[in-house]
């Protein structure tokens, strides 16, 4: 009898955590790239330049829209022939990009959360045909996307600390290559001591979603 009870408590904890598991990798509703700010629509697959001519030689960024969820700015760097279109969803702190060429022409757009590349980046031919794709979502290597990542490292650092970056990464030893998630998090500076705020990084199995590791770092990634 007692065996037997040992036996389905073993089962009820393996189940548990196959659960605590799967609830990161069977889908990317976390993640969300259904949203709106991930679909390039057909207005924005050309750019009006005459419209903007003007304003584009004075250099700096033209502000499209400004409000406390949603901002879209374009700019052309001095001497550059590229025209950028950058719209930021502050909310979800989702950066879309599509790049122009003098025509008005879209080159290629892409997402970015902070400095990450997320989704999928498109370039296009000098007719508006999709010609290439990279999958920066990598699910295969990263089957626990970014935004997962950053929900387990949510339930892992106290609430006054503050995560400030995310990257990929692998692990290499002489049995396999583990690819790995890199949250960085800043722990703030206690008043009543002269110490510098400390910063960590959980470093995180992007298959499975296990801590590997805590390590505390010197300086801010990039």
């Known amino acids: 009898m007692k065996t037997y009870c ?33 679909t390039i629509t057909q207005e924005e697959m050309t750019f009006d330049i005459d419209r903007y001519k003007k304003q584009l030689k004075k250099g700096g960024n033209i502000i499209i829209e400004n409000n406390d969820s949603y901002t879209n ?31 008005g022409q879209s080159l290629v757009s892409y997402f970015m959360y902070h400095s990450i590349l997320i989704n999928k980046a498109t370039y296009y031919d000098n007719i508006g045909n999709i010609n290439k794709v990279i999958d920066h979502r990598q699910a295969d290597k990263y089957p626990i996307c970014y935004k997962e990542a950053l929900k387990i490292t949510e339930g892992l650092k106290r609430k006054r600390d503050s995560i400030f970056a995310i990257t990929r990464d692998s692990l290499v030893t002489d049995v396999k290559k583990t690819y790995v998630w890199k949250v960085f998090i800043d ?34 990634p990039g």
């Open 6 to 38: 040992i036996t389905i408590i073993t089962i009820c904890i393996c189940i548990t955590a196959c659960d605590s598991t799967k609830q990161f990798t069977t889908n990317d509703t976390l993640c969300n790239y259904d949203d709106p700010i991930f």
């Open 73 to 103: 700015i374009i700019y052309q760097w001095k001497g550059d022939s590229v025209i950028t279109n950058k719209q930021t969803d502050k909310q979800a702190n989702i950066e879309k990009t599509i790049k122009y060429d003098t025509k």
């Open 187 to 220: 722990e703030p500076q206690d008043p009543e001591v002269t110490q510098h705020a400390k910063s960590w990084c959980y470093v995180i199995n992007a298959q499975t979603g296990k801590v590997i590791k805590k390590v505390k770092v010197t300086a801010n």
